[in-house]
């Protein structure tokens, strides 16, 4: 498929997507609330985007943003798709029963950007320790690739 071919397909499944074309990769922008039956059509659908790569989230001091990469191996493509979050509330839906590989790389953008996943199987931290270190301001939260996160102890701010 070309990258019309891909647009006009997406736009049949999200209307409101908006597309950039500047990189290496078709990038896709959805509303949060429509990412999840959006993710399950390309799953799913004519494109059979059958392998997410890479799932992050970036962080841009007035929004979180989160990322995914997927391919599809039959037809060789790859597609960006992100969708934005608000900081203070940073919610999603998980997609981890659409592709496994998201559990764990869900679970890491929880523990490290504080993005709840509803209906994530098992959410919990990877990588920290269960409590918060002591010195930590639990209003702002302990995440550690955010922005804003500064590190008392250490004496690190981003």
Same mark, same amino acid.
């Given at each position: 498929?070309t990258?019309?071919?891909?647009?006009?397909?997406?736009?049949?499944?999200?209307?409101?997507?908006?597309?950039? $074309?500047?990189?290496?990769?078709?990038?896709?922008?959805?509303?949060?609330?429509?990412?999840?039956?959006?993710?399950?059509?390309?799953?799913?659908?004519?494109?059979?985007?059958?392998?997410?790569?890479?799932?992050?989230c970036?962080d841009?001091?007035? !929004?979180?943003?989160?990322?995914? !990469?997927?391919?599809a191996?039959? !037809?060789?493509?790859?597609?960006?798709?992100?969708?934005?979050l608000?900081? $203070?509330?940073?919610?999603?839906?998980?997609?981890?029963?659409?592709?496994?590989?998201?559990?764990?790389?869900?679970?890491?953008?929880?523990?490290?950007?504080?993005?709840?996943?509803?209906? !994530?199987?098992?959410?919990?931290?990877?990588?920290?320790e269960?409590?918060? *270190?002591?010195?930590?301001?639990?209003?702002?939260?302990?995440? *550690?690739?955010?922005? &804003?996160?500064? &590190? *008392?102890?250490?004496?690190?701010?981003?």
């Amino acid at each position: 498929m070309t990258n019309e071919e891909i647009k006009e397909y997406i736009s049949s499944i999200a209307p409101a997507a908006t597309f950039d $074309e500047t990189g290496e990769w078709l990038n896709m922008i959805v509303e949060s609330a429509q990412l999840k039956p959006t993710m399950a059509a390309l799953r799913t659908g004519k494109m059979q985007m059958n392998y997410l790569f890479c799932l992050t989230c970036v962080d841009f001091k007035t !929004h979180l943003t989160m990322v995914y !990469h997927l391919s599809a191996t039959t !037809h060789r493509q790859s597609i960006v798709i992100k969708a934005n979050l608000n900081r $203070e509330q940073a919610m999603i839906e998980t997609v981890c029963d659409i592709w496994r590989t998201a559990e764990f790389l869900e679970r890491e953008v929880f523990e490290m950007f504080g993005v709840d996943f509803t209906n !994530h199987p098992d959410l919990r931290k990877l990588i920290l320790e269960e409590e918060n *270190p002591k010195g930590f301001d639990e209003k702002k939260g302990y995440w *550690p690739l955010r922005k &804003d996160f500064e &590190d *008392p102890i250490n004496m690190i701010k981003l």
